[in-house]
Each structure stands twice: as C-alpha cells, then as structure tokens.
C-alpha cells in the first residue's frame, strides 16, 4: 500500500479525504492513519508512506506474523453493546500511544512479538535520549547480549491462546513483558481498530460506525 501511494500520488487525495470524512481503519488501516509507526517496512520513510491524521505511535506487528493469528474475546465499552466481541487479529498493530483527548474504545494486554519487542527496546533508548521517533523500521530478534542481529525471526507452530485478559503468544518474546495496547479508538471523525470486525457475524461496530460517524457528520 505504501509502494501504490507514494507511486501514483494518491497519498495527497486520501489525506484531504480523512481530515474531514468518517473513517474507519481497521488492521493495516489503522497503521496507514497513524502520524507514526514503528516495526515498519523499508517502505515507510519519515512517515512520507502514511496517510496520518492520527497523532498515535503504532507499533506494526506487534502481536506477531501471520501464522501467530488468533481470535479473542474483547470486552466491549457500553457505547457499542457492553458484551465481549470476538476480535480476529491477522498479524495485527497495536497502538502504543494513543493521541489526546480521544475515546479509547479496547485494551489487550499482551506479550509483545519477538519482532516487536526488539523494536520496542531501540523506540525506548532513542526516547530516553529525548530522541523523537516518526518511524522505526524492521529490527530482528536480539542476541542473548543485546546486540541486533540480522538472524531471521524463527518459525513457530500456531496454537490457539487462552481467552484471557493477559496472554503470551505463540510467537511471542521470552524478554518483554506484557504490556497494555490500545487496539481499538475513536479520535474526532476516524474510528481505528487493530482487529477486523469485517470478519465476524456480529455488526456491533459497524453499527457503531454509521450511527457516530456516518449519520453525525
């Protein structure tokens, strides 16, 4: 998507479209609306391959690959129904830092990937230098002595994770611990979800979508 936006031009039209239509990203969505992303691909370069309009930092990957994909119960804010919503997560972002003044709609709090947590610990050193991040690209597992390699990401057998409040993924990393993730928020006119709500019978946040967005702008 970054490679088609940034080739054809498009980029300038869809942020003219999202400062003032709904919006509603969902999983590579959310990463394309986010001002900053880590865990990136090459592709993105100083944010030049994002849309933006969220003043969120997303981490890519975060709950790992393809083959860590998971389902999992998501406990639903009163505003869209209150019961828990089974959210398919297909190797899907999280959001790091949510932007001011907006509603957050889903937490999880998961183990980072092993991707993500070797992403995570360079985002740390550079922000307690006072250094500002708009994007951190790929970086593989570190070493047991901390040093980065370029050793590439081991591949694990998928299993289904428990249905709790706090798990550990199936490509998860054996240093990070479990952090807490926005993977769901509403900021002014754009609704964002890490999961896919598209995937699953129940319409709750669709409905969500046209009665606050759609039928209010």
């Not at 993105?44 to 690959?65: E, K, P, T, W």
């Not at 932007?99 to 709090?109: F, G, H, S, Y």
């Not at 050193?125 to 050793?151: C, F, W, Y």
């Not at 709790?164 to 990393?173: D, E, M, Q, R, V």
Request: with cysteine; proline share 5%.
């Amino acid at each position: 998507m970054g490679l088609i936006g940034a080739q054809t031009g498009i980029w300038s039209s869809l942020q003219s479209f999202t400062a003032t239509k709904p919006v509603w990203g969902t999983c590579a969505g959310l990463i394309l609306l986010a001002n900053s992303a880590v865990g990136t691909s090459a592709v993105i370069n100083q944010g030049a391959a994002l849309i933006g309009g969220l003043d969120c930092l997303v981490c890519r990957n975060y709950f790992g690959s393809q083959i860590s994909s998971f389902e999992l119960g998501i406990e639903m804010p009163d505003c869209i129904g209150g019961d828990d919503f089974k959210g398919v997560f297909i190797r899907a972002p999280a959001i790091l830092t949510p932007p001011k003044e907006c509603d957050i709609l889903a937490t999880v709090k998961a183990t980072p990937s092993r991707q993500a947590n070797a992403v995570l610990e360079v985002l740390e050193e550079k922000m307690k230098k006072g250094e500002k991040v708009t994007d951190l690209q790929v970086i593989h597992e570190a070493d047991d002595d901390g040093v980065i390699s370029n050793r590439p990401e081991k591949k694990q057998k998928t299993a289904e994770p428990e249905d709790t409040s706090s798990f550990k993924l199936p490509g998860a990393s054996g240093k990070g611990g479990a952090r807490e993730v926005v993977v769901a928020l509403k900021k002014g006119n754009i609704l964002a979800t890490a999961f896919h709500p598209e995937l699953t019978e129940d319409v709750r946040w669709h409905q969500y979508f046209v009665d606050e967005f759609v039928n209010k702008m």
